[in-house]
Structure formats: structure tokens, C-alpha cells
């Protein structure tokens, strides 16, 4: 079993700041990438950012430059540094991460989310 724990979640006032961070546990040999999804009322679930075990990132187009993902493989942790939020931001967070299950296969975990709210 693995689960996904988030924390950081709140209210903000546009152009605030918030982080947000996920750790996973569990029976966890190695993580192949983690990262951030939202989903806000009446959308579909997007990705925000994600990061691999190497280091290497990609974000939406939304976000760049003012969100930063970031990871420590060790402690099994993913980080999201969000800056100059604004009120398009407010959505719930989900954290995620893609874990091997054996040769060629992955599967997908899903924290149960928090919600960030950008008053504006």
C-alpha cells in the first residue's frame, strides 16, 4: 500500500504566496516521477508540474515562472513553491506519483488533495 499525504492548502490574497508539499509512504522501492496536478470547479484535472527522479521538470503554461517543483528521492517528498498566485490558481492540488510495479509497469498514486483558494 502507498499513500500520498499533502499539506499547505489554504487562503491567499492575489499575488501571495503559498507551498505546498506531499510525502509518500508505504512499500516504496523508488518513485519514477512525482509531481502536482488541479482540478478547478467545472474543469477537467490538468497537470501543474511534475519532476523525476533525475531532476528534470515540466510545467504547464500557465504556471512557468511563478510555480517551482521540487523533490528529495531520500525522504520520498515533492514540494510546490507557488508564487504570484492569482485568482485562475484556486483549484484543489492533488499530488501524485508514478511508481514501479515491476518491469515496464507503473502505476499512478493520488494524494486526496487540498484546496487553495486565491481571493483576488
Known amino acids: 500500500q502507498v499513500q500520498l499525504v499533502e499539506s499547505g492548502g489554504g487562503l491567499v490574497q492575489a499575488g501571495g504566496s503559498l507551498r505546498l508539499s506531499c510525502a509518500a509512504s508505504g512499500s516504496i522501492f523508488s518513485i519514477n516521477a512525482m509531481g502536482w496536478y488541479r482540478q478547478a470547479p467545472g474543469k477537467q484535472r490538468e497537470l501543474v508540474a511534475v519532476?523525476?527522479?533525475?531532476?528534470?521538470?515540466d510545467y504547464a503554461d500557465s504556471v512557468k515562472g511563478r510555480f517551482t517543483v521540487s523533490r528529495a528521492n531520500a525522504k520520498n517528498t515533492v514540494d510546490l513553491q507557488m508564487n504570484s498566485l492569482n485568482a485562475e490558481d484556486t483549484a484543489v492540488y492533488y499530488c501524485?506519483?508514478?511508481?514501479?510495479?515491476?518491469?515496464?509497469?507503473?502505476?499512478?498514486?493520488w494524494g486526496q488533495g487540498t484546496q487553495v483558494t486565491v481571493s483576488s
Open positions: 519532476i523525476t527522479s533525475g531532476g528534470s521538470t
Open positions: 501524485y506519483a508514478k511508481i514501479p510495479q515491476g518491469p515496464g509497469i507503473s502505476y499512478a498514486y
